[in-house]
């Protein structure tokens, strides 16, 4: 935990360490994480680091891969699923993310954030009326609508513009 500790610590810096920039930075992120992980194999945090370091470099394959490698019993399983989603898509791996997303929105009916993801990437990819749909999904999982949900009838109206079903823009644009 003390070798994650100086990692997070490096990392949050953004690599300046008493006024100064610290060149480096990110492989010494890495070494202290991975030392961390070979020390303790269950300390997810960390993965979720070096996921952030490997993608920093471009190497989205191995992000994506450390993402992966958190377990389905680990609290905090449902947000690397999210991130990997969306590191596929700066992969050019659209299908995938697609695919992924989609599996989440079926899995936990219970949320809205893979459902509102998804929605804005097909939207990205100019699929409004797939990307409307799935808005729809989120939407209807809102209990009570408020002010943070305004960029998802933002988002269902754009895809409604575009699709021509102006009624339907409107109202979303008005709520």
């Known amino acids: 935990e003390t070798l994650f500790d100086l990692g997070a610590l490096l990392a949050g810096s953004g690599g300046v360490v008493g006024g100064q920039r610290v060149e480096g930075v990110e492989e010494?992120?890495?070494?202290?994480?991975r030392f961390a992980l070979e020390l303790n194999p269950n300390l997810d945090t960390a993965r979720l680091v070096v996921a952030d370091v490997y993608e920093s470099f471009g190497a989205p394959r191995k992000a994506i891969e450390m993402l992966d490698a958190v377990p389905t019993i680990s609290p905090l399983y449902w947000r690397p699923r999210l991130r990997a989603s969306m590191v596929m898509v700066e992969a050019d791996r659209i299908d995938d993310a697609v695919k992924a997303l989609q599996a989440m929105v079926d899995e936990r009916t219970d949320r809205i954030d893979a459902a509102w993801t998804l929605g804005d990437l097909l939207r990205s990819k100019e699929r409004y009326a797939d990307a409307a749909k799935v808005f729809d999904v989120a939407i209807?999982?809102?209990a009570t609508p408020g002010p943070r949900h305004a960029a998802l009838f933002f988002?269902?109206?754009m895809c409604r513009e575009r699709t021509k079903n102006w009624p339907g823009a409107e109202a979303d644009f008005k709520r």
């Open 28 to 33: 010494r992120v890495l070494m202290f994480m």
């Open 140 to 142: 209807s999982r809102v």
């Open 155 to 157: 988002g269902r109206g």
